[in-house]
T-cell receptor, first 111, second 113 residues
Framework: SQQGEEDPQALSIQEGENATMNCSYK?????LQWYRQNSGRGLVHLIL?????REKHSGRLRVTLDTSKKSSSLLITASRAADTASYFC???????????FGAGTRLTVKP | DTAVSQTPKYLVTQMGNDKSIKCEQN?????MYWYKQDSKKFLKIMFS???????INETVPNRFSPKSPDKAHLNLHINSLELGDSAVYFC????????????FGPGTRLTVT
């Protein structure tokens, strides 16, 4: 079964704007990860945040995690047309190594 | 130096046929996975192998059988293909205990006609 749910399902913005995607999940987790998928390609790992962390940065990416609300957000700052892709959150549960993906957010950045 | 490779990239076949998809990783990882991504982009885990042993076997039809000849390979065999099997199948690998990050192959688009 799907673990995470992203919203919005689709997001369209102009280059230079910030993009925020949200992810909610249901069970206790060990960590949460964000992946990117370009059209017709495999998924690429972006960032991992552990359950005891609240915020993490990587370049133009900022991820937050609120375990009390079972939610996470991915912020992409100063977006570029090349950021156009689908973004998935994935959760790894406590005492369980399998990873469950959400349905993804389709981001379109217009030049 | 592709980290995770899959063959073939595209597979078009008729209902009832048996087909295989191959996956190889050169990262030295101890765990490999098969995922199915449907037309709505839902990504669902099918199998996971750790050191050649099955550790996840989601509720998939027994027409699907993973085979791992060694730690670097995890092949997916599908018997009696059905229309509903049409999807993109992704292989991935990771090193458990060190990192939970998974590395994905480019995918195999299976079309059953």
């Amino acid at each position: 079964s799907q673990q995470g749910e992203e919203d919005p399902q689709a997001l369209s913005i102009q280059e230079g704007e910030n993009a925020t995607m949200n992810c909610s999940y249901k069970t206790s987790i060990n960590n949460l990860q964000w992946y990117r998928q370009n059209s017709g390609r495999g998924l690429v790992h972006l960032i991992l945040i552990r359950s005891n962390e609240r915020e993490k940065h990587s370049g133009r990416l900022r991820v937050t995690l609120d375990t009390s609300k079972k939610s996470s957000s991915l912020l992409i700052t100063a977006s570029r047309a090349a950021d156009t892709a689908s973004y998935f959150c994935a959760t790894v549960r406590v005492n369980n190594n399998d990873m469950r993906f959400g349905a993804g957010t389709r981001l379109t950045v217009k030049p | 130096d592709t980290a995770v490779s899959q063959t073939p990239k595209y597979l078009v076949t008729q209902m009832g046929n048996d087909k295989s998809i191959k996956c190889e990783q050169n990262l030295g990882h101890d765990t490999m996975y098969w995922y199915k991504q449907d037309s709505k982009k839902f990504l669902k885990i099918m199998f996971s192998y750790n050191n050649k042993e099955l550790i996840i076997n989601e509720t998939v039809p027994n027409r699907f059988s993973p085979k791992s000849p060694d730690k670097a390979h995890l092949n997916l065999h599908i018997n009696s293909l059905e229309l509903g099997d049409s999807a993109v199948y992704f292989c991935a690998s990771s090193q458990l205990g060190t990192s939970y990050e998974q590395y994905f192959g480019p995918g195999t688009r299976l079309t059953v006609t």
